[in-house]
């Protein structure tokens, strides 16, 4: 790379920075990073914002992670690899305590991600304008702008998937560095291991193509297959791993299973179905002109084979048959849990791309290439506008039903400060429709009920029972005058008694 390609480089690079900062600007991004969980998913954040408190409390290992509800032994219970969170932990023991951290750092990894991933990409199709097109394309989407800079793990498994996809592709080689991005990502939520696999297979599938027998295609890849090998080995032993912790600790909380579609009546499956393709849920994910480009080169790319390299054919074949499979595995999770769709945004950019090389490999034909050009430049705008306002929709919804807790506790923390209980000391807490919400906040272990009523009194009087020093309760209806108790705090929102 001479020194006018160097400079060329740069300055497309520091633009693309700028255009997502300025992206990222203009749809409120700088002021929502700083918003507490909130809207849609509000229990999914308080977990892990839970398994960071934790990290920072008590400071236990990777090993054994836990959350503050003691429906299990010590609130233990296991999801993604918590080393994203140890370190956040670790952070706050530099800084202070700081929710909006998480936000921030996954965002600056999406970003970081999506930067390295555009830099393979105008490298690979040698045109800035079509690399553009290709990855603005889902990243102007609702859903990737709502849970980049989120507290949902899918977001940091994106963030290190496009990071190690980037820099494996532009080398031509998975290096230990990228295996350990790829891991990173694999280790957070396995299924962003999609398009890698694809990959490795469609290398395989390239070399036997070129007649060569298959023992000479793994000698060919030895390097990739052992290396990506190790990657899939590592993520699927955490996986192993968490099935057994939390059947050891009894925790149902953190098993989520699949629910593929088979296992549903037609019934079900037509009211699911129906469920996603409702307007309204439909154009959650983006406006409806960037569907069609989305299917037009979904279905386009399946015959561009002789345009394309085998690879890249092969690759976008196999995450195609893999997105489906994934899609028809976790079927009913798609009906409510959109960020499930992340880990199928590298597909979709795989598609753009594929069609790309085959239109710039075809006969001349300058009409169509502008015509799709401005007809993409077009979709993305459309679709940025329209994710404007469903971000500020979704953000609106501070105090939802569930993230009524974050609003009625301000101030929880202060009455603590003033309080200073010992930290193994439990609570049961009153008016919390979440697991985690209201204990991560007061930084205790203990039991939550949404309501006061006849059952939760009874479970009130249990929970006493194992140990349950301190009551919270939380908003004026759930306000009751616990016997032998003494009250220690009380504001319009929230009280709290130390129970004799």
Not at 267 to 292: P, S
Not at 334 to 350: E, S
Not at 407 to 421: A, E, H, I
Request: net charge neutral.
């Amino acid at each position: 790379m001479n020194w006018s390609e160097k400079r060329r480089r740069q300055i497309e690079l520091s633009g693309f920075a700028l255009l997502l900062l300025g992206i990222a600007y203009a749809l409120g991004m700088f002021s929502f990073v700083f918003y507490p969980p909130c809207s849609l998913h509000y229990l999914r954040q308080t977990d892990t914002l839970s398994f960071v408190n934790h990290f920072y409390i008590f400071g236990n290992s990777w090993w054994n992670p836990a959350v503050f509800d003691l429906a299990t032994w010590e609130g233990k219970g296991a999801s993604e690899f918590p080393l994203f969170y140890w370190l956040i932990a670790k952070l706050w023991h530099l800084t202070g305590q700081h929710d909006w951290y998480l936000r921030f750092f996954n965002g600056l990894l999406v970003l970081s991600g999506s930067l390295v991933f555009f830099d393979f990409l105008r490298k690979e199709l040698q045109s800035t304008i079509a690399a553009l097109g290709a990855i603005l394309l889902t990243s102007s989407s609702v859903v990737f702008w709502f849970y980049m800079a989120n507290y949902i793990p899918d977001a940091t498994a994106l963030g290190f998937l496009l990071l190690a996809l980037g820099l494996w592709w532009k080398k031509g080689e998975l290096s230990w560095g990228s295996s350990l991005l790829l891991l990173a990502a694999g280790l957070m939520k396995p299924t962003f291991l999609l398009v890698p696999l694809s990959f490795v297979a469609a290398r395989l599938m390239e070399i036997l193509w070129e007649e060569k027998s298959f023992k000479g295609a793994l000698i060919d890849q030895k390097r990739n297959v052992l290396r990506f090998g190790s990657v899939l080995l590592g993520s699927f032993v955490w996986v192993f791993y968490v099935k057994w912790y939390n059947a050891e600790v009894n925790n149902v909380y953190f098993l989520f299973e699949p629910r593929p579609i088979w296992e549903f009546d037609p019934a079900t499956r037509e009211a699911v179905w129906e469920h996603l393709t409702n307007k309204d849920i439909y154009r959650r994910y983006g406006y409806d002109n960037v569907f069609h480009l989305y299917y037009f080169f979904g279905i386009l790319q399946l015959f561009l084979f002789p345009w394309v390299e085998k690879r890249w054919y092969f690759t976008s074949l196999f995450a195609t048959i893999g997105g489906v499979a994934y899609f028809f595995l976790f079927y009913d999770q798609f009906k409510q849990h959109d960020y499930y769709a992340l880990a199928l945004f590298p597909v979709v950019v795989i598609w753009c791309m594929v069609v790309f090389k085959a239109i710039f490999r075809m006969p001349k034909a300058p009409w169509f290439t502008w015509g799709l050009s401005a007809y993409m430049l077009l979709a993305v705008y459309t679709n940025l506008k329209f994710t404007q306002g469903k971000l500020e929709e979704r953000f609106s919804m501070y105090t939802d039903y569930y993230a009524q807790t974050e609003w009625n506790l301000q101030g929880l923390s202060k009455s603590m400060d003033v309080l200073n209980l010992d930290k193994n000391d439990w609570f049961f807490v009153v008016g919390d429709q979440s697991i985690n919400g209201a204990l991560r906040l007061l930084g205790h272990h203990g039991w939550s009920r949404g309501e006061w009523n006849d059952e939760t009194a009874s479970v009130f009087e249990v929970c006493r029972g194992y140990g349950a020093k301190y009551l919270l309760q939380i908003k004026e209806d759930n306000f009751f005058e616990p016997e032998n108790a003494q009250l220690l705090a009380s504001t319009d929102n929230y009280r709290i008694f130390r129970l004799n």
